[in-house]
C-alpha cells in the first residue's frame, strides 16, 4: 500500500469514528441542542487532527504503530474488549442522564473543571507520545523498530503515563458532560487498566532489556506516590 493510500484510509478511518462518536452523544440525548455535548466534539476533533498531523510530519513510525498494530496476546483482546464495553456506555450515558431523563445534575461550572481538565489530560496524552515513539494501542514489543526503554519526561515519574493521561482524560468527561453515572463505567475502566497495566509490566521485565533496571529506579506505575 502506497503512502497516499495510507493516509487516505488513515483520514477514512478517523472519519468513522468522529461520526460514530458524535452519534453515541447525541442520539441518547434526543436533540442536538446540548452546548456541552459541541464543545467535547469540538475539543477531540481539533486534537485528533492536530495531533496526526505532527504525528505524520515528526513520527510517522509512532502514527503506524497506533493505527496499524493489532494484538497477538490473547489476554490483551480479551481485557481490551472488556474496556471497549465500557468506553461505549461513558459515551452513551451522558446523553440519557445529563440531557434527555437529567438523572443527576452537574453545575456548569464542574463542567468548565471537566474541560479544563480534559485539556490537561490531552497535553499530558501528547507529552507521552513525544517522549515515547513506542507507544504502540497493543502490548507488544517492537522489534522490528529498536524498541527500547524510555526514561525521560513523563516516564522518570511513573512507568506508564499513558494510562494515567487515560484516567484522568475520561473522569474529567464525565464532568465536562455533567454525567454521574458515567463514572459506574469510568470506574470499570480503571480497572481494566490497572490488570492491563499488570500484565504489559510482567511482560516489560521478561522481554524488554533494561527495564527491570528501569522499574526499580520508577517505582510507581501509574500515581505517582501510590501505586
Known amino acids: 500500500m502506497s503512502d497516499k493510500d495510507s493516509d487516505k484510509n488513515s483520514i ?34 481539533v486534537f485528533s487532527t492536530s495531533f496526526i498531523t505532527y504525528l505524520r510530519k515528526y513520527d ?10 493489532k494484538t497477538t496476546e490473547s489476554w490483551d483482546k480479551k481485557v481490551t474488549a472488556i474496556a471497549n464495553v465500557f468506553f461505549l456506555a461513558m459515551f452513551v ?27 490537561l489530560s490531552l497535553f499530558l496524552f501528547f507529552w507521552v507520545s513525544r517522549e515515547n515513539t513506542y507507544l504502540s494501542t497493543v ?11 524510555i526514561t525521560t519526561g513523563p516516564y522518570r515519574i511513573v512507568r506508564h503515563p499513558m494510562y494515567l493521561a487515560v484516567i484522568l482524560l475520561f473522569l474529567s468527561q464525565c464532568l465536562a458532560l455533567g454525567s454521574l453515572y ?7 475502566l480503571i480497572v481494566t487498566i490497572v490488570i492491563r497495566t499488570i500484565r504489559e509490566d510482567k511482560l516489560l521485565h521478561e522481554q524488554l532489556e533494561g527495564y527491570e533496571e528501569y522499574a526499580q529506579k520508577t517505582k510507581y506505575k501509574i500515581i505517582p506516590g501510590i501505586w
Open 12 to 45: 477514512v478511518k478517523f472519519v468513522i469514528i468522529y461520526v460514530i462518536l458524535a452519534l453515541a452523544l447525541f442520539l441518547p440525548a434526543g436533540t442536538i441542542f446540548w452546548l456541552q455535548g459541541w464543545i467535547y466534539i469540538a475539543i477531540i476533533i
Open 60 to 69: 510517522p513510525g509512532l502514527l503506524k504503530a497506533r493505527t496499524e498494530s
Open 93 to 119: 450515558l451522558p446523553g440519557f442522564d445529563a440531557v434527555r431523563f437529567k438523572w443527576s445534575t452537574v453545575p456548569f461550572f464542574v463542567n468548565i473543571i471537566g474541560f479544563v481538565g480534559m485539556g
Open 139 to 149: 502490548v507488544e514489543i517492537q522489534e522490528e523498530r529498536g524498541h527500547k526503554v
Open 182 to 188: 458515567s463514572f459506574i463505567p469510568w470506574i470499570g
